[in-house]
């Protein structure tokens, strides 16, 4: 079910790195393999210490680990669509969630599953949750820990797309290829301002939005952008 191994943490944190850093790369999509999504954190695979746990050890290990597995989804530079094919339980839900665009196939489900074995949500959930669906809907999702099947989810707005499941692939593929046609790194300030603008007031959110459109039009893109509208042509972006 994809949980998620201390190594399979690291090297996604990496690849979403990478993928910020690398011209060639458009777009992003994070999807399973088999029947799930992804079952959340595999505790068995986190490293040993060598040594009894002590005060602070679970909030290092949250810091360090989901919550730097979140923010790398959340600060990539590029657009990063969740396909979510199956269970998305626990992190595998907040990884899901932190995502730009998230289609699931009819089948997936998405748990917030913490409550099932009295913790605390941790990977990010108090903080995505209420933002996408507000705080009563969030809390109901998190105190009763119910399976949300992906019609439901897409009705409270935590999906895109429901597609079927023979179709999941296909349409990710066509999202992200057409997210790679776009001007890049208007998308990756869009992101930048949406992201912000839930946790800013007015004037700081209009602020950041003028400072992102002076950024991006000094890009390739945004040039020829206007270029094309002016004449009458189909728009060619490269990334930059």
Known sequence: MNAVTWDQRERIIELLAAASEDPAV????????????????DLRGTPSTGRDRIAGDVARTIRLGAQRLIAAVLDCEKPVIAAVNGTAAGLGAHLALACDLVLAAEGAT??????????????GG????????GP???KELMFFGDALPAQEAERLGLVNRVVAADDLTKTARAWSERLAQGPT????????????????DR???FAAEAAAQEINMTTRDANEGVASFVERRGAEYRGY
């Open 26 to 41: 458009r777009a992003v999509v994070v999807t399973g393999t088999g029947k799930g999504f992804c079952a959340g954190a």
């Open 110 to 123: 998405f748990i917030e599953v913490f409550v099932r074995r009295g913790l605390v949500p941790d990977g």
């Open 126 to 133: 108090a903080y995505l949750l209420p933002r996408l669906i």
């Open 136 to 138: 009563q809907r969030a």
């Open 185 to 200: 790194r208007a998308l990756a300030l869009t992101k930048q301002l949406v992201n912000a603008s839930l946790d800013a």
């Open 203 to 205: 004037a700081t959110a």
